[in-house]
């Protein structure tokens, strides 16, 4: 590598790390440099938007921008509202967004699972992810919702998924383990082992704003970890969030301050392993929309058939309240009924699901049909399908029907797809369907289903 080369990777992960001291200059300077004929410099403060604008691609009144994941424009593991945004937008404007790697950059082929635990620990309340961001948007206020359409996802050609021994829906039952995996772009597939094969469905596992709530007890001086979603959005590992849906975000602070990482190509509902197929976006292109005077207490997702209200807290069981009531007030809104009618019409259309239970805390959403005269849905199976294999649980809490569901299912999957159990824990996280039976009271009953058309010739 020639000397040049040199400079501009330990400049980069300089920066990314955050391993650098300040230098007289206003750049900044890395003591711990492997290079000692020289010291690495990386520039300080936000970029030049003058320079971020791709003009012929503006239309229509709105101005298209390109926002590079670089050590001035992402952050690690941290929502910070005092950082100065690195780009300013006008409602209605189109970003592409490029994002990182998680640990500043360093999650990728070659990292161990506990070099990762030993970056993941050493800065409390800092989460893994690299997020990039944030973006300000002129005019958003609180009271307002941030309306962000996806355009379009482009990912990485490698990803990773990585189990914690101590972490996970079951921590202590498999050892901890990095993984990395090849990418098919063209094809947008993944070979998980000789015989699954598995469609990529790429969507931001983070998409969140700046959070009001700066003295929670995820937050340190003001800076907030990116593990854990709320209100706010941030770390919600939705999977309904892809391409050509549009995410509403409740505006908090001023501006808003858009973020975006947790980049996946792939993850099941409940994500028990810990991790889902983590990559990076060479491009996660958004138009940014700003609703005035529109209240709204959580996120909620637009897809072209649905919409997809969500429910988060440390207890599932409160998640899935919450879930229940905004689901309500959602059927309310879209549909102009009573709360009476919309409660009606949430139990007979329930669809709800688990969003992941490893960050803490913890998620499930109910996707409503945008079409008010669909027929009601059916329970949910309690067997295997033509299509699925199927395993249930039944708790009065739904954590512990979770586990007995995931349980079961990685044995089934053990069996069906001739694989460890370790094995089956991983693409569990990639694949798994975890959904909630209808429930008002009594005990909960969640099934864990597994598509079959995973399973390929060899």
Known sequence: MSKTRRIAATVTMCALLSACAASPDGAATNPDSPYPDYTATYLQGPPDQANMEAAPLSKDGHRFWMLPATPQTTQWGVFDNNIPPVLRIDPGDTVAIQTAPAGGGQV????????????????????PHTVTGPIYVNGAEPGDVLAIHINRIRIANYATNNTAEDKGLFPG????????????????????????????????????????????????????????????????????????????LPVQVEGGLIW?????????????????LETWYPELNITVDLIKDRPQDWPTVETPTSWVAVGYDENLDRALDINKSETVKLIMDKHGLSEADATSAMYRTWSCRISEVVNEVLGTHCVVPKNPDLPPAPNLPTGDTATEWVSTGTAPHVLDAMKTAAWAALDEMATNLDMTRNDAYHLASMVLDCRIDRWIDGDKTVACMVPKNIKVPE
């Open 260 to 276: 975006t990482g947790d980049s996946h190509a792939k993850q099941g509902n409940g994500e028990i392993d810990l991790d889902a």
């Open 173 to 248: 039952a498999f050892p901890e383990q990095a993984t990395s995996y090849y990418l098919d772009t063209d094809k947008m597939q993944m070979r998980f082992s000789p015989n699954v094969l598995l469609p990529l469905e790429p969507f931001p596992g983070t998409l969140g704003v700046g959070r009001s709530d700066t003295t929670s007890a995820y937050c340190t001086d003001g800076k907030c970890s990116t593990e854990q979603p709320g209100t706010y959005g941030g770390n919600m590992d939705l999977r309904e969030m892809q391409a050509g849906t549009t995410t509403y």
């Open 108 to 127: 990728a082929p070659g990292i161990t699972e506990g070099q990762i635990e030993k970056i993941n620990g050493a800065v409390q309340n800092r989460g």
